[in-house]
C-alpha cells in the first residue's frame, strides 16, 4: 500500500522541477570541464578563470531559464493540461457519477494519453453496467422473495452474512394467528381457480392491513395467517399495534364480504387469535433447507386462542391483555382447560382499543331479528382435535337463522367446543348437507341442555333456503 506525502506533489512540480535539476546539473558538468580544460590545455590564471566561469554561469542561466519556460509551457499543453482533466473528471465521480463522461482533450494529446482515457471510458461503462445489473438483481430478490418473506426480513438476510447463518435469537414478539372459518369445506364445492382467487383477494386485503402496522407475516399457510409484532425490530407498542391491525382486519373483511357478495361469492368468516411472548426468532432449518421463522409457545398458544374464535372476533391472550390493558375494551375473561397445557387458558375478546389518541372499534354488525322457531331432528358430533366422536348426540333445534342455532340435546355441550350438525331429513324437497358451528353458550333446562351455537361453515344453497324460511316467517 503506497504511503501518501503529508505535502502533495502534482505532476506538474515534478516534471518542472526534474526538468530543472536536470539541465542546472548538466550545465554545471560543462562549467567544470570548461574551466578545467582552459586550465590545464591553456594555462589560465585565476582571475581569467574566474571571469570566464562568470560568462559561462551567465550564459547557463540564460539557457536554464529559457529551458525551464519553454518546456514548462511545452509540458503543461502537452502532458500536464490533459492528466489534470483526467484527475478532475475522477474526483467528480466520487460526489456526481453521472459526471464520469467522457473527457475533451486537445487533438494532439499524446497517444498514451488519449490511450488512458479511452481505457478509463471502458472501465467506467463496464463498472456502471455490472452495477446496474448488480442494482436490479438485488432488487429483484428483495421483490420476489417479499412476497414470501417480509422485506425487513430479506433486507436482514442479504445486509450481512449473519442472516444466511442458521440460528436465532430470543425475542418478545406479539404473535396474531388469523383463519378462515369454514373455507376447506367451501373449497370441496367450488371450482379450484374460482376459490383461490377469492383466497388471494382476501390474503391481499389482510396482508396490506399487517404491513400498514409495520408486521411481518411469516406464514401463510392455506387460509391461515401467521403475523409477529416486534420482529426483527421491537418496538414498545407492538401489542397495541397487533391487536389495532386485528380490528383493522375483521372491518376490511366485513366490507370485503360486500364486494364479494355482489360477485357471486360467498361471504367469508375469520377468527382472530393474539399473543405475546418470548420466542426464538431466526433461521430454522439446515444447509440444504431453511426459513426465517418464529418457535415457541408464545406461538402454539396463540394458534390455541384463535382455534376458539368464532367469525368476527378478535381474542387476546392474558400477556396481551396485560400490555394494553390501559387502551383497550374488552368482554370478560373466559378460562378453557386445553389437551396438552399445563395451566387453563385465559383469553380475552376485544371490542375497540385507543391507538395514538385514536379508537378503533369493530365495526358493529346490524343486529339479528328474531329467530325463526322450528324444530328439526338432529345429529351432533362433538370435535375434539379435528376429530369426530364416534357416537353423536340426538337433539332437535328451537330456534335458527343462518348465523347461529338454539338446540338441544340430551346431554351439555361445553362452551367454545366444536361441533357437527346433520338434520335427519329434507324438508321441502331440500336436503342439508354437514353443518360445522362452535358452541357459544349453554345451560341445563328440564328435559336436558339449551346450546346456542355460531355456524362457522355452512353450504350457501342452506344458508339462502333459511334466510328464505327466516323472510318468510317474518312477512
Known sequence: ????????????????????????????????????????????????????????????????????????????????????????????????????????????????????????????????????????????????????????????????????????????????????????????????????????????????????????????????????????DPHENDPQRAVACAIEMQNRLDRLNTELMDDGYPALEMGIGINTGSVIVGNIGSDLRMKYGIVGETVNQAARIESNSIGGQVLIGESTYRAVQAQVQADPPKTLMMKGMKKPLVFYSVVAIDMDGKSISLDVKASAGPLLEIQIPLHCWIIQDKKLDLIPLTGTSLSLDENQFLIQTGTAIEPLTDVKLNFDFCLEAHCFDDIYAKCIDSEPVRDGHHARLHITSMAEKDRERIKEWVAQASA
Open 1 to 232: 500500500m503506497l504511503k501518501r506525502d503529508k505535502k502533495r506533489t502534482g505532476v506538474r512540480e515534478i516534471l518542472v522541477m526534474g526538468v530543472f535539476w536536470r539541465i542546472l546539473f548538466i550545465e554545471a558538468v560543462l562549467l567544470i570541464f570548461s574551466l578545467g580544460y582552459r586550465w590545464l590545455a591553456e594555462g589560465a590564471g585565476p582571475m581569467d578563470l574566474f571571469w570566464y566561469a562568470i560568462r559561462i554561469m551567465v550564459l547557463v542561466g540564460i539557457i536554464v531559464v529559457f529551458m525551464v519556460v519553454s518546456l514548462k509551457h511545452f509540458l503543461t499543453r502537452k502532458i500536464i493540461d490533459p492528466l489534470e482533466r483526467i484527475t478532475l473528471a475522477n474526483r467528480q465521480i466520487e460526489t456526481d457519477f453521472s459526471k464520469a463522461g467522457t473527457i475533451d482533450l486537445p487533438a494532439d494529446t499524446p497517444d498514451e494519453i488519449k490511450a488512458i482515457v479511452s481505457t478509463r471510458a471502458n472501465m467506467l461503462e463496464r463498472i456502471i453496467r455490472v452495477s446496474n445489473q448488480r442494482l436490479q438483481l438485488v432488487s429483484f430478490i428483495k421483490d420476489t422473495f417479499g412476497r414470501y418473506l417480509s422485506k425487513k426480513v430479506v433486507e436482514e438476510i442479504l445486509s450481512s452474512d449473519k442472516g444466511r447463518q442458521i440460528g436465532g435469537t430470543r425475542m418478545t414478539v406479539t404473535v396474531l394467528m388469523a383463519d378462515l372459518r369454514g373455507f376447506t369445506t367451501l373449497s370441496e364445492s367450488r371450482d379450484p381457480e374460482e376459490m383461490v382467487q377469492l383466497l388471494n383477494r382476501y390474503l391481499k386485503q389482510m396482508s396490506t392491513i399487517i404491513l400498514a402496522y409495520d408486521g411481518i407475516i411469516d406464514e401463510i399457510i392455506g387460509d391461515a395467517i401467521l403475523a409477529v409484532f416486534g420482529a426483527p
